[in-house]
């Protein structure tokens, strides 16, 4: 009897999940839908793994929502300091940073606004504290540099105009109004804040 040979067939190995690529990916599923919307079985589907291994990779979904709400605050978010610089008009400083934030929550259609602002209105009392602690960071930058320009006494309530427009920016950006919408709207704001500040130099 001649030898047989046995072929084995080997099934290809399945690459090995990248964990910061689901990161990634769940990011832009929590930006479009907001934490509530988005379950369990949305975040396996789209990432393309079953729930054990979801919960090995991250620990629970709100794990997964506080790395991906990280990950958007250090590459996509609004960086009010970069606008906020030492020793230029404060008006023309705060109506920039407003005038950026209205491009940035417009910037993809299927992303908008703030993903940050947009989640401390969650129904999750614990998505809602994550981004609320992520959030103070921007806070704390806008009241610094109001407190340089404006008198003590002044400073909280210019704060909370300016975080008022940047909120509601954001919130007009989620009904998907227009770039040019949120940009009239930001220089509207800014003609407020000449009016606290004076226009500055290069509005001259």
Do not use: W
Request: hydrophobic share 40%.
């Amino acid at each position: 009897m001649e030898d047989q040979v046995l072929t084995i067939t080997r099934r290809p190995r399945r690459p090995a999940f990248d964990r910061e690529k689901g990161v990634e990916i769940a990011q832009a599923l929590f930006h479009a839908r907001g934490y509530d919307a988005v379950s369990v079985a949305d975040l396996t589907q789209a990432l393309d793994i079953n729930t054990p291994s979801l919960y090995a990779a991250y620990g629970s979904k709100l794990a997964l929502f506080d790395r991906a709400l990280q990950r958007y605050k250090s590459m996509d978010s609004l960086k009010a300091a970069a606008y906020l610089r030492p020793g230029r008009a404060p008006a023309e400083a705060l109506t920039e940073l407003l005038v950026a934030a209205a491009r940035i929550y417009t910037n993809e259609p299927n992303r908008l606004g703030c993903m940050v602002t947009e989640a401390m209105q969650a129904d999750d009392p614990q998505a809602r504290e994550i981004a609320s602690a992520l959030a103070k960071g921007c806070t704390d930058v806008i009241r610094d540099y109001v407190a340089e320009h404006a008198p003590p006494t002044e400073t909280q309530r210019i704060t909370d105009y300016v975080l008022m427009i940047v909120r509601g920016l954001s919130s007009y950006a989620c009904l998907k109004n227009s770039e040019e919408q949120l940009v009239n709207c930001a220089r509207t704001a800014g003609r407020t804040l000449e009016a606290e500040f004076g226009p500055g130099p290069s509005a001259a």
